[in-house]
């Protein structure tokens, strides 16, 4: 599959004759879906020309970042007795080498709350599954 070039579409001419400059697209990227897919944002974009008649062809390659789960809180969560313990286990951790954004998203402690979720909890969305189909069968 034959990339689009953002803004200028020749990418080579020739010299003036008769006041006429010929342009054309000789030269192009091509990809196959699987790397379209894999580079979503790439761009493509022309160079000037400077000791060629070919304008140099530019591609920009951007990952797509996976975006995570965002951190949700679980009302039920600040009902178990060692939740407090969590939240300032957490809180009082020092991290080493890290800015002071970091410092404080960490305090929010968002990555000892999933994990001791995971422990204390397990599979809490299919219990609350199963106690629902246990009211409708009563």
């Known amino acids: 599959m ?26 192009r990227a091509l990809a196959n879906w699987e790397w379209i897919f894999m580079y979503q944002n790439a761009s493509l974009s022309l160079m000037p020309a400077v000791s060629s008649y070919h304008c140099p062809l530019i591609l ?3 990952l797509v970042h996976r ?6 809180f679980e009302v039920y969560w600040a009902d178990h007795e060692d939740c407090f313990n ?8 020092e991290e080493q ?3 002071e ?25 299919r219990e609350i599954q199963r106690m629902k189909e246990e009211l409708k069968r009563l």
């Open 67 to 72: 975006v995570g789960k965002h951190f949700k």
């Open 97 to 99: 080498n890290s800015n």
């Open 86 to 93: 969590v939240v300032k286990m957490g809180w009082c951790k």
């Open 2 to 27: 034959d990339l689009d070039l953002k803004g200028e579409n020749f990418t080579w001419f020739s010299n003036s004759r008769n006041g006429f400059v010929t342009r054309e697209k000789i030269d």
């Open 101 to 125: 954004w970091d410092k404080i998203s960490r305090k929010i402690n968002n990555k000892e709350l999933k994990k001791w979720s995971k422990v204390t909890f397990k599979r809490a969305d």
């Open 60 to 62: 920009d390659v951007i």
